[in-house]
């Protein structure tokens, strides 16, 4: 039985960090690309960050480039989305996600289109983030 599990959400101010880690069980996440996405309240869920399986090439979207970084531990089969300099936009609840085809991976999340990104495989059952004073 496959599962990605998130933690690391949890109430931060404007301006601190958070690492959130999704740990995977029943697959090698090495063999998935990874993307990381997020849903706010009344909105759109959207692409925050993805990672490619083949060479580790990184994708973020505008609204987090410069401060968030997605990384792999291969060693411990998980992949983190380290992010700083938060803001209350950031708040929302972060979900990570696998996909074995890498390119179709990259193509999904740079498109933006919700519906594209139910097409990864896998999906962990999400961890708020919350940026408040």
């Known amino acids: 039985q496959v599962q990605l599990v998130e933690s690391g959400g949890g109430l931060v101010q404007p301006g601190g960090s958070l690492r959130l880690s999704c740990a995977a069980s029943g697959i090698t996440l090495s063999n998935y690309a990874i993307g990381w996405f997020r849903q706010a309240p009344g909105k759109e869920r959207e692409g925050v960050s993805c990672?490619?399986?083949?060479?580790?090439?990184?994708y973020y979207a505008d609204s987090v480039k410069g401060r968030f970084t997605i990384s792999r531990d291969n060693a411990k089969n998980t992949v983190y989305l380290q992010m700083n300099s938060l803001t209350p936009e950031d708040t929302a609840v972060y979900y990570c996600?696998?996909?074995?085809?890498?390119?179709?991976?990259?193509?999904?999340?740079?498109?933006?289109?919700?519906?594209?990104?139910?097409?990864?495989?896998?999906w962990g059952q999400g961890t708020q983030v919350t940026v408040s004073s």
């Open positions: 990672i490619r399986s083949s060479n580790d090439s990184t």
């Open positions: 996600a696998a996909e074995p085809n890498e390119n179709w991976a990259v193509q999904a999340f740079r498109g933006g289109l919700s519906a594209h990104f139910n097409h990864y495989d896998y």
